[in-house]
Structure formats: structure tokens, C-alpha cells
């Protein structure tokens, strides 16, 4: 099993900026890729940004979203860094962990922007 804990949200103005973070924990081992999706209300979940044997971003973060990722102990952080938000950005964010058939997923944070 992998745990997944988002944190980093919450009310940013528009062209604001926000920084995500998804600590991983347990069976760490083997965890193939990595990526943050987000949901909005009445919307599917839509990958943002992807990180395994190559970064992938979606069209619409690409040049505004950085994701990254570091190493400290048993842990794996996952960053999603955030700029120029849009009132359109603001949705539920989730870290999302792949191993092989399996994926793990977090219990997301949110994300508004509004002025």
C-alpha cells in the first residue's frame, strides 16, 4: 500500500500563485510515475501534469504549472508549483502514485481562485 497526503491549497486571486505537495508513504518501492490530476464540481478528473519516465503537462497548464519531485528517508514528496491561476484552474487537486497494475490516490486538496 501507498499513502498519498496533498497539502498546499486553498483561495489564491487570480494570478496568484500556489504550491502543492504530496508526501508518499509505505511501500514506496517500485512506484513507476507519479502525477497530479484535478477535479472541478460536474467535471471529469483531468490529468495536469505527469512525471515517470518523462514530464508530460496538460495543453492547459503548459508554461504555468511545474511539477517536481524530491526523496527525504522512505519518503516521496511530489510538488506541483502553480502560477498566473485562473478562475478556471480551481478545482479539487489529487496526487495520484502508479505502481505497475495499481494506482493509489490521495483525498486531494482544493484549489479557488477568485478575486
Known amino acids: 500500500q501507498v499513502q498519498l497526503k496533498e497539502s498546499g491549497g486553498g483561495l489564491v486571486e487570480p494570478g496568484g500563485s500556489l504550491r502543492l505537495s504530496c508526501v508518499a508513504s509505505?511501500?514506496?518501492?517500485?512506484?513507476?510515475?507519479m502525477a497530479w490530476y484535478r477535479q472541478a464540481p460536474g467535471k471529469p478528473r483531468d490529468v495536469v501534469a505527469y512525471?515517470?519516465?518523462?514530464?508530460?503537462?496538460a495543453d492547459f497548464v503548459k508554461g504555468r504549472f511545474t511539477i517536481s519531485k524530491d526523496y527525504a528517508q522512505n519518503l516521496v514528496y511530489l510538488h506541483l508549483q502553480m502560477n498566473s491561476l485562473q478562475p478556471e484552474d480551481t478545482a479539487a487537486y489529487y496526487c495520484?502514485?502508479?505502481?505497475?497494475?495499481?494506482?493509489?490516490w490521495g483525498q486531494g486538496t482544493q484549489v479557488t481562485v477568485s478575486s
Open positions: 509505505g511501500n514506496i518501492d517500485s512506484i513507476t510515475a
Open positions: 495520484a502514485a502508479f505502481k505497475k497494475a495499481l494506482d493509489y
Open positions: 512525471t515517470g519516465n518523462r514530464i508530460e503537462y
